[in-house]
Antibody, heavy 119, light 106 residues
Framework: EVQLVESGGGLVQPGGSLRLSCAAS????????MDWVRQAPGMGLEWVGR????????STEYAASVRGRFIISRDDSYMHLYMNNLATEDSAVYYC????????????WGQGTLVTVSS | AIRLTQSPSSLSASTGDRVTITCRAS??????LAWYQQKPGKAPKLLIH???TLHSEVPSRFSGGGSGTDFTLTISPLQSEDSATYYC?????????FGQGTKVEI
């Protein structure tokens, strides 16, 4: 069974930093591209960034809204999202999501971890 | 970025009804469109990809159609457990983008 478990969310002050983690099981993690997607309270879904698979050196892509502030790192077991210079508009539930083998879309999602940026 | 516009934003229907949600893309995306269901406090679940292909274990009362710029998600017959918010997603190019969501109340 595919499982994705996020951790690391919490309350942080504006300008602060936070690291989120995603632990995967039930599939060959290194074979898959992986995404971070966020959802602000009561709002829609926003793609944050992508880590390609091991064959593609775990290279990354980012949404314009986070590029230069967020960094995705990954090894064969975990994916992390380093978030720096956080702003109130970064407050959201952050989901780790697997990219499917049948197209560049997400087929499985974790339960999410809440990040609140507030003074 | 490609913009996706869903309509309606919300709807109310009864069990057994047929409901249709539309998703319009700001430019042609062939059939690179997916639909997700999200219930309160839960992660989105993939329902349909490639505009009309049902994901594994998704009930057959869900169906999708369309290509290019105009797409539909139909639920028939509507069941009480279908109360949720539905999102479309385009994965034609970067960045992938979502519609704003359609809330279905039963």
């Amino acid at each position: 069974e595919v499982q994705l478990v996020e951790s690391g969310g919490g309350l942080v002050q504006p300008g602060g930093s936070l690291r989120l983690s995603c632990a995967a099981s039930g599939f060959t993690f290194s074979d898959h591209y992986m995404d971070w997607v966020r959802q602000a309270p009561g709002m829609g879904l926003e793609w944050v960034g992508r880590s390609r698979n091991k064959v593609n050196s775990y290279s990354t892509e980012y949404a314009a809204s986070v590029r230069g502030r967020f960094i995705i790192s990954r090894d064969d077991s975990y994916m992390h999202l380093y978030m720096n210079n956080l702003a109130t508009e970064d407050s959201a539930v952050y989901y780790c999501a697997r990219v499917s083998s049948f197209g560049s879309l997400n087929d499985f999602w974790g339960q999410g971890t809440l990040v609140t940026v507030s003074s | 970025a490609i913009r996706l516009t869903q309509s309606p934003s919300s709807l109310s229907a009864s069990t057994g009804d047929r409901v249709t949600i539309t998703c319009r893309a700001s430019q042609g995306i062939a059939t690179y469109l997916a639909w997700y269901q999200q219930k309160p406090g839960k992660a989105p679940k993939l329902l349909i990809h490639a505009a009309s292909t049902l994901h594994s274990e998704v009930p057959s009362r869900f169906s999708g159609g369309g290509s290019g710029t105009d797409f539909t998600l139909t639920i028939s017959p509507l069941q009480s457990e279908d109360s949720a918010t539905y999102y479309c997603l385009q994965y034609f190019n970067y960045p992938q983008t979502f519609g704003q969501g359609t809330k279905v109340e039963i």
